[in-house]
């Protein structure tokens, strides 16, 4: 059974960075299709971007590129989130979520195994 744990949320300035961590067991990260969803306050929960099970393909929301980069260490069977020139329509509680299927699928019910999710506020 794969579970996802993320880490690395927090209160930071508009224009600083963050790392967001989603540790995975259960499962090779390498074989899963990870994915970054936001949830802003009163806002439905959207996705952010992935990286597809077995390549290093990426895709990104649009407001983000440039800005975040997704990647993945095998090694230690994490997918990271790194976040730069954060403004504070990036505020969101962040979740990372996993399928077993390729594709650029950006839809919440294309993922079936969720993380708990961090929070990160961008404020100044």
């Known amino acids: 059974q794969v579970q996802l744990v993320e880490s690395g949320g927090g209160l930071v300035q508009p224009g600083d960075s963050l790392r967001l961590s989603c540790a995975a067991s259960?499962?090779?990260?390498?074989?899963?299709?990870v994915g970054w969803f936001r949830q802003a306050p009163g806002k439905e929960r959207e996705f952010v971007a992935h990286?597809?099970?077995?390549?290093?393909?990426?895709y990104y929301k649009d407001s983000v590129k440039g800005r975040f980069t997704i990647s993945r260490d095998d090694a230690k069977n994490t997918v990271y989130l790194q976040m730069n020139s954060l403004k504070p329509e990036d505020t969101a509680v962040y979740y990372c979520?996993?399928?077993?299927?390729?594709?650029?699928?950006?839809?919440?019910?294309?993922?079936?195994?969720w993380g708990q999710g961090t929070q990160v506020t961008v404020s100044s």
């Open positions: 979520a996993a399928r077993r299927s390729g594709g650029i699928l950006t839809g919440e019910s294309a993922y079936n195994v």
């Open positions: 259960g499962r090779t990260v390498s074989t899963l299709t």
């Open positions: 990286i597809i099970w077995f390549g290093l393909s990426t």
